[in-house]
């Protein structure tokens, strides 16, 4: 008779199998995931409380990233997140030993055999398989941009694929698209530190997208605006399978319909729409209507 541990581990992938295929998911797709793997494995809890060893992180891990490996098989072109915020004030970062500030996932993968990271010390990304080297290669200063592994999700015909967490929740993109289209409400932060390279660590200046302090409580995004757009244009699916949230898109169609929404307004994506005006002398902010968040800054 199978032990449990088989049984939970065919479940898990034929889980993952049944619902990537639900999300048209080629074998030989590119595919950035947004993860949440406690949510992933929320229906397998009955295995769990039969076996509690089964509930163990770096066990969960490779067995989701074995999962992916077999359907994927040898055509795996596969990327994850790896951001680091603690560089701005610690700055310091190693590209294999910078831990990223995301999910227990992306901690566990980010310096394992065969992964490769993009160099930026905050908006980096871990990436396997074919098209890691080109993606992750050549990150410039800046977040985002023409020199960042962003600029090629569309050249590489990339699917954005989320897994028990939403969309909007995760998608880092946005602020690209952001800087691609131009924006008022936030601003480029030089930020100096070392970045490990060459073996030894070299004091070197990044730019970081950033939103202003002054305004923190009124900073309240919409990605909800693009993912309804995306479903209701039928350019994303999106879907619940056992309480799990899966969603698919591809980021040709995320930029079409971002850069759609942004062109009006370049705080499209905002709640309300924000306009910062600068002033110099000016050493107050204003908050002129409910409607509109208008802000006069210092520019000294």
């Known amino acids: 008779m199978p032990s449990l541990k ?13 619902n990537l295929k639900k999300l048209k998911i080629k074998k030989n797709d590119c595919v950035y995931f947004g993860l949440d793997l406690k949510n992933f494995y929320t229906p397998f809890i009955k295995h769990f409380k039969k076996e509690p060893k089964l509930l163990n992180n770096d066990y969960l891990c490779s067995l989701f990233l074995k999962n992916l490996k077999q359907y994927f098989l040898q055509n ?38 065969g992964f490769l990271r993009s160099a930026h010390p905050i908006n980096s990304i871990v990436s396997i398989g074919k098209k890691s080297k080109y993606l992750t290669r050549d990150h410039g200063l800046f977040s985002f941009g023409a020199n960042s592994p962003y600029d090629k999700f569309n050249e590489i015909d990339l699917k ?8 909007y929740n995760s998608c880092t993109f ?33 730019f970081f997208l950033v939103k202003y302090k002054y305004f923190d409580k ?16 039928n350019k994303a699916k999106e879907f619940t399978s056992k309480d799990v949230i899966f969603f698919s898109s591809s980021s040709n169609n995320v930029t079409k319909i971002g850069l759609d929404i942004l062109k009006s ?9 924000i306009f910062v005006y600068f002033k110099e002398g000016n050493k107050f902010i204003k908050n002129k209507n409910k409607k509109n968040i208008v802000f006069k800054l210092d520019a000294k």
């Open 6 to 18: 088989y049984k939970f581990e065919k479940e898990s992938y034929q889980f993952l199998d049944i």
């Open 160 to 167: 954005f694929v989320n897994i028990g967490v939403p969309f």
């Open 265 to 273: 307004s370049p705080s499209g994506l905002m709640k309300k729409k």
């Open 76 to 113: 795996e072109k596969i990327f994850f997140p790896s951001l680091t915020w603690k560089f701005i004030k610690k700055k310091k970062f190693h590209i294999k030993k910078s831990i990223p500030q995301l999910g227990v996932f992306e901690r566990h993968i980010f310096n394992k055999k």
């Open 218 to 233: 009124y900073f309240k995004r919409n990605e909800q605006l693009l993912n309804k757009i995306l479903i209701k244009k």
């Open 174 to 206: 946005t602020h690209h698209l952001e800087h691609i289209n131009g924006v008022n409400h936030r601003f480029y932060k030089l930020i100096r530190g070392s970045i490990f390279e060459k073996n030894k660590y070299r004091t070197k200046n990044f």
